[in-house]
């Protein structure tokens, strides 16, 4: 299977501060998508990175990805107390299969 | 702006019933998908559809498990004899250009089997 593994599983910050979590995955990717869930929500997609790029922007989010060691990074600056959530690393196996991580549980102090 | 709509919000059954769980995709979308994750873990993939048929499962998506796009709008998960272990929350997912692009899910539907 190709799930992405995030690290750390929860991360508890203050607010303003920066937080940053990974994922590895195990075999060669066409995309990694990063994704958001609310508690009790649906998920919601934040970034795309394709795997001939190594880092993109989106407002506040930074990704990185490094293919030659299957990783990925997400970093959140300036967090807020709406960033809490739990995020999710997600590569495509094939044409018609993402699959995801088990998450990283983000918890922003105020 | 265009949603992926889920009913039942919440469905309660009995061990041995029979549950389906609808889902309305984004209506030019082309793959569609159904997820699930059991309270507090990892959010599992089941199975993708795409040009009307199944296109991957997995090995959760057992001879119990079913899909159909019925009328061109609706996608629905039949679980033909539910289990205690199919308590979880049901995401369905759509996307317009499977793993090029994000997919665009709904906001679940939570089954309880007791």
């Known amino acids: 299977s190709q799930q992405g593994e995030e690290d750390p599983q929860a991360l508890s910050i203050q607010e303003g501060e920066n937080a940053t979590m990974n994922c590895s995955y195990k075999t060669s990717i066409n995309n990694l998508q990063w994704y958001r869930q609310n508690s009790g929500r649906g998920l919601v997609h934040l970034i795309l990175i394709r795997s001939n790029e190594r880092e993109k922007h989106s407002g506040r989010l930074r990704v990185t990805l490094d293919t030659s060691k299957k990783s990925s990074s997400l970093l959140i600056t300036a967090s807020r107390a709406a960033d809490t959530a739990s995020y999710f690393c997600a590569t495509d196996d094939n044409d018609y299969k993402l699959s995801f991580g088990a998450g990283t549980t983000v918890t922003v102090r105020a | 702006e265009p949603e992926v709509t889920q009913t039942p919000s919440h469905q309660v059954t009995q061990m041995g019933q029979e549950v389906i769980l609808r889902c309305v995709p984004i209506s030019n979308h082309l793959y569609f998908y159904w997820y699930r994750q059991i309270l507090g873990q990892k959010v599992e993939f089941l199975v993708s559809f795409y040009n009307n048929e199944i296109s991957e499962k997995s090995e959760i998506f057992d001879d119990q498990f079913s899909v159909e796009r019925p009328d061109g709008s609706n996608f629905t998960l039949k679980i033909r004899s539910t289990k205690l272990e199919d308590s979880a929350m049901y995401f369905c997912?759509?996307?317009?250009?499977?793993?090029?692009?994000?997919?665009?899910f709904g906001e679940g539907s939570r089954l309880t089997v007791l």
């Open positions: 997912a759509s996307s317009l250009s499977g793993r090029t692009g994000e997919l665009f």
